[in-house]
Structures are given as C-alpha cells and as structure tokens.
C-alpha cells in the first residue's frame, strides 16, 4: 500500500510563506503525476496545483497562480508545495495526491489513487 505524508503546515501570518512536503512511500514514485488539493472548512475540495511525473508539466489553480509552485525531486520521494504571500483566503487542509498511470497533469480528484492524511494551512490576517 502506498503511503503519502504531507508535513509543512503550521500558523503563519499574511504575507508570509510556507513549504509543504509530501513524501511517498512508492518504489516507482518518479512515474506518478502528483497533485496538490486543499478544504477549508464547510467547503468542497479543490484542485490546488499538479505536476507531471517528469516534471516537465504544470498547472495552476487560477486562485494560485503565480503564488505557488509546484515541484518535485524524484530521487527523495518527495514533491513540494512553495506559498508565498499567504492569504487568509489560503487557510486550508492541503493534501498531497498521487496517480500511478503518470498520465498527463491531471486535475480532478477521482483520477488520483493515493492520498496523505492531510495538513492544515492557516494564515491570520
């Protein structure tokens, strides 16, 4: 069974920046599309970021666009998450998702196999 763990949340003010972290416990990791999703309370979950399996593709929720980024090193297992300038609006649970077919940059929830347990964003104004 594979497992993703997410680390890197904590309680930061507006403006400031944070880096998540997702480490999975995959042998063929380097092959996974991997995602970023985000709920806040009394909300749906929404797509964040995803990156392909070679890094050679991303994409970007309009709501970060150009805030956050999205990256990968395959040789840790791990895949990232870069917020700068922090927003209330960016309090969240973030999870990290991984999609084992590697196929493209995929943005829906139902095309990801694997999920972390989640890890909670809060920024105060």
């Known amino acids: 069974q594979v497992q993703l763990v997410e680390s890197g949340g904590g309680l930061v003010q507006a403006g400031d920046s944070l880096r998540l972290s997702c480490v999975a416990s995959?042998?063929?990791?380097?092959?996974?599309?991997m995602g970023w999703f985000r709920q806040a309370p009394g909300k749906e979950r929404e797509f964040v970021a995803c990156?392909?399996?070679?890094?050679?593709?991303?994409y970007y929720a309009d709501s970060v666009k150009g805030q956050f980024t999205i990256s990968r090193d395959n040789a840790k297992n791990t895949a990232y998450l870069q917020m700068n300038s922090l927003k209330p609006e960016d309090t969240a649970v973030y999870y990290c998702?991984?999609?084992?077919?590697?196929?493209?940059?995929?943005?829906?929830?139902?095309?990801?196999?694997?999920w972390g347990q989640g890890t909670q964003v809060t920024v105060s104004s």
């Open positions: 990156i392909s399996w070679s890094s050679g593709y991303t």
């Open positions: 995959a042998r063929t990791f380097s092959l996974y599309a």
């Open positions: 998702a991984g999609d084992p077919r590697g196929v493209g940059i995929p943005q829906e929830p139902s095309l990801y196999d694997y």
